[in-house]
């Protein structure tokens, strides 16, 4: 499974509910990446989307612990266990973990490879993303060059789970 998660220079993410910034480039980047695969969210991330709809072009898979809760459109599950049952039906490099903090903090451990946008900025925020530079588990794997919104600098970056990225080096 991958995750994709925009992250300020402390590896935070949000603040009273909403993205920290919205970077044009990295809206792009979400969309490339994300069309036509399944992406794993909380309830309260679906509903900061415009009109708490799902996302247009995508299997959209809502973890919500509220039994009656219904979106068009989304598969409602109730449980970290359900989704995955729900989620073995496809490939795991056709499923993105994109928020927000819990369900990232609960999905990490089936994640094998992470799309992390990071500014180098510090913004007021109420959640966080796990640092993966202190996780021995992940290991920095790439970067685009340094790129510019107005005056906020980010960086694209991949990180992979180390055993994946050893055995992948091995060929």
């Keep these: 499974m991958n995750l ?102 609960q999905f990490l451990p089936y994640c094998d490879v992470a799309h992390v946008t990071q500014m180098d900025y510090a913004y007021q925020a109420d959640t966080w993303f796990p640092n993966l530079d202190e996780i021995d588990d992940f290991v920095f794997v790439d970067d685009s060059e340094e790129r510019t919104y107005f005056n906020v600098e980010y960086r694209f970056k991949l990180y992979m789970r180390r055993e994946r990225y050893e055995k992948m080096l091995k060929g």
């Design 4 to 105: 994709i998660v925009n992250v300020d220079k402390n590896w935070a993410i949000g603040f009273k509910g909403g993205l920290l910034n919205r970077i044009p480039e990295d809206m792009a980047f979400f969309r490339k990446m994300t069309t036509g695969k399944v992406i794993v969210m909380g309830r309260k991330t679906l509903e900061s989307f415009p009109g708490g709809r799902p996302l247009a072009k995508r299997v959209n898979v809502v973890i919500t612990g509220q039994e009656d809760y219904k979106a068009e459109g989304a598969v409602i599950v109730h449980s970290v266990e359900e989704a995955l049952e729900y989620l073995k039906q496809y490939k795991d490099e056709d499923i993105f973990v994109i928020g927000g903090e819990s369900i990232y903090r």
